[in-house]
Every structure is written in C-alpha cells, then in structure tokens.
C-alpha cells in the first residue's frame, strides 16, 4: 500500500541556520503531498501542499518541490526561527483520498 | 470563524470508567475524522463520517470503542470500559471534503487512564 517515510528526529538546529526534513513516499496512483505542522500543545495544521509533479508549495517561509523521479518531497527552509520548533508531518492522499502519515519529525531550534 | 472544538482538553480517569469525548465541526464541513496520536503509534486515524454517517471505522481498535455524529455539528467518542493502553491525544478534524487533503484539527483531547 501508500506509505511515507520521514526522517527520524529529533532535528536540532540553531536559529538562522538553514532546514531540509527529508520526506520519501510510495504509492501506485498520483497522490497530493503535504506537510503539516503541529506545534507544542495544538493540532495539526496544513502548511504547504502540491498536487502534481514538479508543483512547489509554500507557506511562512517554507518550501517543498513535488519530486516524481525521486518520490520526494522534501521540507526546506532558508533560516529557522525558535518558533518553527515543532513536529512536522508528510503526508499523501492515496487513491481513496485518505491522508497517508508519516511518523513525524520533532524540530528543535535553539537560540 | 471557529474552528474544530473539542472537549475536554484533558480527562483523567481510572481503568474500567466510561469517556465521552467531544466535538464540533467547522460549519459547512462534510466531513469528520477522529484520530489517535501516541509516541508508539504516532497517529492513527480511528473513524470517519460523511454528512453524518460513519464510512470507515476500520481503524477503531476494538468494541470498546464508539463514535455518532447525531447531527452536522456535533460528533462523540466513546471508550467503555477504558483501559491505561487508551492514554493518548483524541483528535478530531473536519474537513470540505478528503480530495482536498486539507484537514482542519481541534486541539485535541489528552486522556490519561489511570
């Protein structure tokens, strides 16, 4: 079946410094891809999405280019702030339009 | 306009007891999804309704649990009896429709069964 795989956290960074959680997925049809973010004590929220190959999503600074030949989609960002600590999840619709999850990756960021 | 609420935040309760958690939707949204979120199994989607009506509960864990959607704004989850291995994150999350991968969640319900 669908799946998602994410990089194990958790990841620690300093302020400023430059962020990449990998994100990989499997799945037979062409699914959207996502990634949300949940922040100490809150749901999920959305923070970016694509829906087909070669789409890049962004949001609050964060990007994420729909990678077909490489079954990725990758969560970057420029320069990290303390309040981007957080868990991210990677996520598709499979062909039911269900959320696949990954397991999530834990941020921390130092000042 | 509100989003998903939940209710309660937190309920400590002792093995064998009966939990209700609540819900209610974001207006207009056809769609609700209860979900479970621990360290072990990260989260994992328990029941969801179309316009009401349950489509999938394939992933509630077991008959002590339940869920009913009595009306478009209003959603319950029902663990009896509960058990320690119940402690966790319950969230609920509504949603236009499940194409759009985009999932509105409340700010979930923490469960600690003593």
């Known amino acids: 079946g669908d799946s998602v795989t994410q990089m194990e956290g958790p990841v620690t960074l300093s302020e400023e410094a430059f962020l990449t959680i990998n994100c990989t997925y499997t799945?037979?049809?062409?699914?959207?891809l996502f990634w949300y973010v949940q922040y100490p004590g809150e749901g999920l929220q959305l923070l970016l999405k694509?829906?087909?190959a070669d789409d890049k999503g962004s949001n609050k600074g964060f990007e994420a280019t729909y990678r077909k030949e490489t079954t990725s989609f990758h969560l970057e960002k420029g320069s990290v702030q303390v309040s981007d600590s957080a868990v991210y999840f990677c996520?598709?619709?499979?062909?039911?339009?269900?959320?696949?999850w990954g397991a999530g990756t834990k941020l921390i960021i130092k000042p | 306009d509100a989003g998903v609420i939940q209710s309660p935040r937190h309920e400590v309760t002792e093995m064998g007891q009966e939990v209700t958690l609540r819900c209610k939707p974001i207006?207009?949204?056809?769609?609700l999804f209860w979900y479970r979120q621990t360290m072990m199994r990260g989260l994992e989607l328990l029941i969801y309704?179309?316009?009401?009506?349950?489509?999938?509960d394939s992933g509630m864990p077991e008959d002590r649990f339940s869920a009913k959607m009595p009306n478009a704004s209003f959603s319950t989850l029902k663990i009896q009896p509960s058990e320690p291995r119940d402690s966790a994150v319950y969230f609920c999350?509504?949603?236009?429709?499940?194409?759009?991968?985009?999932?509105?969640f409340g700010e979930g319900s923490r469960l600690t069964v003593l």
């Open positions: 999350a509504s949603s236009l429709h499940p194409r759009t991968g985009e999932l509105f």
């Open positions: 309704f179309n316009n009401n009506v349950p489509i999938d």
């Open positions: 207006s207009g949204h056809d769609y």
């Open positions: 996520a598709l619709t499979d062909s039911n339009y269900q959320l696949i």
């Open positions: 694509a829906t087909k």
């Open positions: 799945a037979t049809g062409y699914p959207s």
